[in-house]
T-cell receptor
């Protein structure tokens, strides 16, 4: 069974640009969550999508947005990039029902110059 | 604000011994508890999940949950050098928001 697939693996952008990251969940998983991981803050929750609807949202500015498609694939967009957005962005999928664990993809390493 | 606390380590354990990793959480409403292992440069990998008070064993791993004390632990028996990694504790309240992670404990298994 294929795992969570994230593309691209690496991205280099400059301040002010925008970026779109993609995530394909494990087959049958309807929930996709996004996390940001930095050395200082650790893993922080961005948002969760379930059946094409944002179900939960973390404490990040509106520059961070996402969406989910009917096949459960999800995209995350960050606009007006800042140096502090440099991080590993992780996508995790789950069945989306109570107590179901989340499984992570390999992540997208975003570097802002 | 929910908080999950872990000792950052490094925790150094001799090969073959038991490694004990601890985690405390602030929100009494937390319902699901997970341990993830993360190797340097890699993504988190699910090791254990636990939802009820008591112990849950899976191979060399045992997760322990005490909701009254708001405490979760992970025991690794017969530690191997390949267990050297950062171990992340995560908690969740269903329907609230995503997983809340601790900063992780860096575990080193030495020969």
């Amino acid at each position: 069974k294929a795992g969570v697939t994230q593309t691209p693996r690496y991205l280099i952008k400059t301040r002010g640009q925008q970026v779109t990251l993609s995530c394909s969940p494990i087959s049958g998983h309807r929930s996709v969550s996004w996390y940001q991981q930095t050395p200082g803050q650790g893993l922080q929750f961005l948002f969760e999508y379930f059946s094409e609807t944002q179900r939960n949202k973390g404490n990040f500015p509106g520059r961070f947005s996402g969406r989910q498609f009917s096949n459960s694939r999800s995209e995350m967009n960050v606009s007006t990039l800042e140096l502090g957005d440099s991080a590993l962005y992780l996508c995790a999928s789950s069945l989306g029902t109570p107590n179901q664990p989340q499984h992570f993809g390999d992540g997208t390493r975003l570097s802002i110059l | 604000q929910k908080e999950v606390e872990q000792n950052s380590g490094p925790l150094s354990v001799p090969e073959g011994a038991i490694a004990s990793l601890n985690c405390t959480y602030s929100d009494r409403g937390s319902q699901s508890f997970f341990w993830y292992r993360q190797y340097s440069g890699k993504s988190p990998e699910l090791i254990m999940s636990i939802y009820s008070n008591g112990d849950k064993e899976d191979g060399r791993f045992t997760a322990q949950l005490n909701k009254a004390s708001q405490y979760v632990s992970l025991l690794i028996r017969d530690s191997q050098p390949s267990d050297s990694a950062t171990y992340l504790c995560a908690v969740n309240i269903w329907g609230a928001d995503g997983l809340t992670f601790g900063k992780g404990t860096h575990l080193i298994i030495h020969p």
